[in-house]
């Protein structure tokens, strides 16, 4: 039955809270239950299944269910199908399902994508149905593909969506999971064939056809009939493995025994492996052919720029091959033994891609299909009709590469000049080429008189031949590498590197990667002998030594001016000022860059995502004028506007979240409350933008340190706020050392910075520990760091060479001196995200992992938006003195810096013999000897009384006396002279009065008085 989207609609409008069963009051307008799923249920934390009324989305932190919808919580709990979910709800909430009457004319329904890609396969979804089990045995019958799709939290929503899910199950029919990155929990492993996938593009903005959960795995499909052949312990000859699930269906249902890879790279990766389900099948059906069945378009090069790689394509299919047979030849550890074999289907007029297509196109005839690809294992050349078959079992590894032709150059671009004919230059390996004008391959730099990296010797025979000897010329080889960009750059460290530079890029190279460029060259010339020349002596001619020869290059490296920062993208440049972003392409760039400056990712500009005004007296009246309600503005405060665009950024959302201290909606805030977030926001963009900008501000040299707003107690740790993520986002833009906090005697460690290049951008302390020693940093922050590295000769970084820093911590720095305060800028985070809140529960997928093009090009745009922020803010004077980073609002700041700088021993204490009340040691009030109040103290403070002095301990009175406001010394004028009258405490109702020391008779004194005390006096 098909009811009206009326109708379905009011069955989704039921609230969770109506249809989530026994829910009670957790924390604010949260709510909980047992969870369903895993049955959690902690009455004393309230904890299980929690719902957000507001959100509408209830969530297990236990077991990571999620539900979006009371037909998504219908659907996962009583494990059935929509329809059914839907006709269950409307009966328990009395809601009328209409029917949808077909039109007189109407022909048959329209198909979902998930059935018209079975259909394309010659598939339904009764060759999909899957007996599964679950965990505690119960048998289900569920399918396998089936319509649906994902959204925006990455939550799996079956039965409905304009997409297709693919779930994986095992050998004994239980769902395969996987472990989620970061969570660490469990989930299925469903994949998904999203119907546009233009819609969905990946970070280099290619789109995305299939996508399988970040951190899933190496996973392989088995069909039903697989499964079922696998249980009944049947015998079969030869066991395929292809690319794509609905391919491995369509063979099995006609008899071709098959399991899916999803894609080559699970075989080309680099552990070189594939699932142990296809060495379990082998063994117990006694395989004894495995073939690897590839598409039609195997040889084809795919999409190839002008200056990229033309045969990137086909070696990744060579290396799938080639990992695949190695494989496969490690099952003879375990005593199988299997004849190897990869195979393609034949291109053909009709373009058919995989055995699928051929099977649905010969529909009439599908078994004369199967026979002929069986019979093609008898034929001597392995050419069938439908598919051609290589036995490569013993075969080495150039033989498989030929298939490809990718031993010859010239016969490959002949195979592809029609394609390649369309570009400027393509590279071939390690080496640019190009058709010349009359359409012949040439190199795109030959080989010149001066650049011949050998000598010949001609000498006559006995029998009058000619013997030609060869000897490496050094001299012509360095000249040949250097006109190719090769040479050696200086380090800091007393070493060099090899490096080439090439359109703009500087590239570290090892002495290896020289020699096989060189050896790639001789092997264009068609010299037999001058390749056995390299062979025989290579590591000779061309090994670290000797190319210790090459010249030194001084590549003019880009810099940063005052007022403006590039970032490099893979094929673009992006100029940041305080007017925005101005595009540029490599060959229009003056400079050299190195190749880890150069982001790895597609991104196109647009207009800021935020915008910026500074209020005017003029404007805060004009406003309050308009609309009473914005009586909070004032002159000084900040306007900020966000772009359409700014809305869908999550990273931008998340650090708003991280700057709402009221624990309320966005959208309920009051004028001041805004006003409020606007200041903490803009704290940490400019921040993010001062740590971007490799530039030295003799104005601003500071540290940026990340903290909790949460005032707690000294030692305890709130901890979970985000902090860390802004470190994270950084590395993904800049180079970045990253060194754990909470490393233990940090300050004690010579080569702490030994990982710090001249090409690093940033060092990050994630998590510092109490009693940080901030002040190690006091020489980098003002632009001079020593580097002391394992094995290497020490060397200094001066000015713009040295690292910006970044420090998150839990714990304020210590230090009240100026000297401290004046090298450090703020920035704070909210408890919006905490132990049991993450950024997760607000966005359904873990940050960078599992973004897509759409989320990395907002975010570029949006840390290109901090880097044009921090230079407006200096051209305007927003802070003022040159300055960019705006301060944050918010006393808790200083207070969690006096409480720091006391201790908690000590805060106890003074809180005891300052309390109002009467005593032997009540000194409230009171005029006491200094040293009577010291030894009191010190008995007190028991394991903290070792590091306590008496300049400690004045130290830590003032502070107290700050964080409780009450005066020091009344008695005594203060530095500026004044003294503590009832008029001066009334025209300085928030200052806390500290008077010079109080010496008198041989002795020093103490007072510390309330303000109701002193005007009273």
């Known amino acids: 039955m098909k009811y009206t989207k009326e109708s379905i609609e009011r069955v989704s409008a039921i609230p969770l809270q109506n249809v989530i069963a026994d829910l009670q009051k957790a924390h604010g307008k949260q709510l ?94 009764e060759d999909v149905r899957v007996t599964s089990h679950d965990s505690d045995g119960t048998e289900r019958q569920t399918v396998a593909i089936l319509q649906g799709t994902r959204n925006n939290y990455y939550d799996i929503i079956e039965g409905t969506g304009g997409d297709m899910l693919i779930k994986y199950f095992d050998l004994e029919g239980k769902q395969v999971m996987y472990k989620q990155t970061k969570t660490n929990r469990y989930k299925p492993l469903i994949r998904v064939r999203w119907s546009n996938p233009e819609a969905h593009l990946d970070k ?58 999803m894609g080559i790279q699970n075989i080309a990766g680099t552990d070189k492996k594939l699932p142990e389900e296809i060495q379990l099948i082998i063994q117990r059906c006694g395989v004894k052919n495995v073939c690897f069945l590839l598409d039609s378009d195997y040889m084809d090069l795919g999409s190839v720029e002008n200056g990229k790689s033309a045969d990137q394509r086909p070696r990744n299919f060579f290396y799938a091959v080639k990992n695949y047979k190695e494989y496969m030849r490690t099952l003879r550890n375990i005593g199988l033994s299997v004849e190897i074999y990869f ?168 002495h290896n990667d020289v020699r096989d460029f060189v050896t790639e060259f001789a092997k264009e010339l068609k010299r037999k002998d001058v390749l056995n020349m390299l062979y025989r002596g290579g590591s000779q001619f061309l090994g670290p030594d000797r190319l210790s020869n090459l010249r030194y290059v001084f590549p003019t490296i880009e810099k940063a001016t005052k007022y403006s920062q590039n970032l490099f993208f893979r094929d673009k440049i992006w100029k940041v000022t305080a007017d925005g972003i101005k595009e540029t392409l490599y060959p229009q760039f003056e400079a050299h860059v190195w190749d880890d400056k150069i982001i790895d990712a597609d991104v196109t500009a647009f207009e800021p995502l935020i915008s910026v005004e500074r209020i005017t007296e003029t404007m805060a009246a004009q406003a309050i004028a308009a609309d009473p309600s914005m009586a909070g503005i004032k002159a000084g405060d900040f306007s900020v506007d966000f772009s359409a665009k700014a809305a869908k950024c999550e990273f931008l959302q998340f650090l708003m979240h991280t700057c709402n201290f009221t624990k309320r909606p966005l959208h309920t805030l009051s004028v001041h409350e805004g006003i409020e977030l606007n200041s903490h926001l803009l704290n940490k963009l400019t921040a993010l933008g001062y740590l971007m900008h490799n530039f030295v501000n003799d104005s601003e040299q500071k540290a940026v340190v990340a903290m909790d707003g949460k005032l707690s107690e000294v030692g305890s740790s709130n901890g979970r706020s985000g902090k860390s993520l802004i470190g994270k986002a950084l590395e993904y833009v800049i180079p970045t050392e990253t060194m754990a906090g909470k490393s233990k005697r940090m300050d004690e460690d010579q080569f702490i910075f030994g990982g710090v290049t001249e090409k690093t951008r940033l060092i990050f302390f994630d998590d510092v520990r109490v009693n940080f020693d901030f002040e190690m940093l006091f020489p980098a922050i003002t632009g001079y760091l020593n580097i002391n590295a394992k094995g290497a000769q020490r060397f200094s970084l001066k000015g713009a060479e040295v690292p910006k820093i970044l420090i998150t911590t ?61 230079f407006q803010s200096i051209e305007n004077n927003w802070v003022g003195s040159g300055k960019g980073i705006i301060e944050p609002p918010g006393r808790d700041i200083e207070m969690r810096r006096l409480r720091q700088t006391m201790g908690e021993n000590f805060l106890i204490w003074a809180d005891e013999v300052f309390s109002d009340g009467t005593g032997e040691h009540c000194y409230l009030n009171v005029r006491t000897v200094r040293r009577n109040m010291f030894e009191n103290c010190y008995i007190s403070m028991k394991q903290d009384a070792k590091h306590l002095t008496p300049a400690k301990f004045m130290e830590k009175l003032k502070a107290y006396c700050k964080y409780r406001k009450l005066h020091l010394n009344p008695g005594v004028r203060n530095k500026d002279g004044h003294e503590c009258t009832v008029a001066w405490l009334n025209q300085n109702p928030d200052q806390i009065f500290t008077g010079m020391p109080d010496k008198s008779g041989g002795h020093e004194f103490i007072q510390v008085c309330t303000t109701d005390y002193l005007k009273g006096y």
């Open 204 to 261: 280099r903005g290619k789109p995305i056809k299939y996508e399988s959960p970040a951190g899933s795995g190496n996973h392989i499909y088995i069909p039903e009939r697989m499964r079922s052949i696998y249980r009944a312990h049947r015998q079969f000859d030869t066991l395929y493995i292809q690319e794509g699930e609905k391919k491995a269906e369509k063979a099995c249902k006609h008899g071709l025994h098959s399991v899916a890879i």
């Open 32 to 125: 909980y239950c047992k969870c369903p799923d895993c049955g959690l249920h902690d009455e004393k934390k309230k904890k299980g299944l929690m719902l957000n009324p507001e959100k509408q989305i209830a969530k297990c932190f236990g077991c990571d269910l999620t539900i979006t919808s009371p037909v998504n919580y219908y659907m996962k709990i009583h494990n059935v199908d929509f329809l059914p979910a839907i006709e269950a709800l409307a009966q328990n909430h009395s809601i009328t399902l209409t029917p949808e009457a077909a039109a007189p004319d109407a022909g048959p329904r329209s198909l979902s994508f998930a059935e018209i890609q079975l259909h394309a396969s010659g598939l339904t979804f």
């Open 810 to 870: 839990n714990h304020a720095i210590n230090g009240d001196t100026s000297s401290f305060r004046d090298r450090q800028a703020i920035v704070v985070f909210s408890d919006h995200y905490n132990d049991e809140h993450k950024p997760i529960d607000d966005f359904g997928h873990n940050f960078f992992s599992e973004w897509d093009q759409t989320q990395w090009n907002l975010f570029y745009n949006l840390m290109a938006n901090a880097v044009s922020l921090y």
């Open 343 to 510: 195979a393609h289907v034949n291109p053909n007029p009709e373009k058919d891609k995989g055995i699928d297509d051929l099977l649905v196109r010969h529909t009439a005839n599908e078994k004369a299909v199967v026979e002929d690809i069986r019979a093609t294992y008898d034929i001597k050349n392995g050419v069938g009709q439908y598919i051609t078959l290589h036995k490569i079992t013993t075969i080495d590894d150039g033989k498989i590469a030929d298939i490809w032709l990718l031993n010859d150059t010239e016969k490959f671009v002949e195979l592809h000049r029609e394609q390649l004919r369309q570009l400027t230059n393509f590279k071939i390996g390690r080496l640019l080429r190009r058709f010349d004008e009359n359409g012949i391959l040439v190199l795109d730099q030959p080989l010149l008189p001066g650049e011949q990296f050998w000598e010949e010797e001609h000498r006559e025979g006995k029998e009058g031949h000619t013997k030609i000897t060869l000897q490496f010329d050094y001299a012509n080889c360095y000249n040949f590498l250097e006109a190719r960009g090769f040479g050696r750059f200086k380090l800091k460290n007393g070493n060099f590197e090899f490096i080439r530079v090439e359109n703009h890029v500087i590239t570290t190279q090892s």
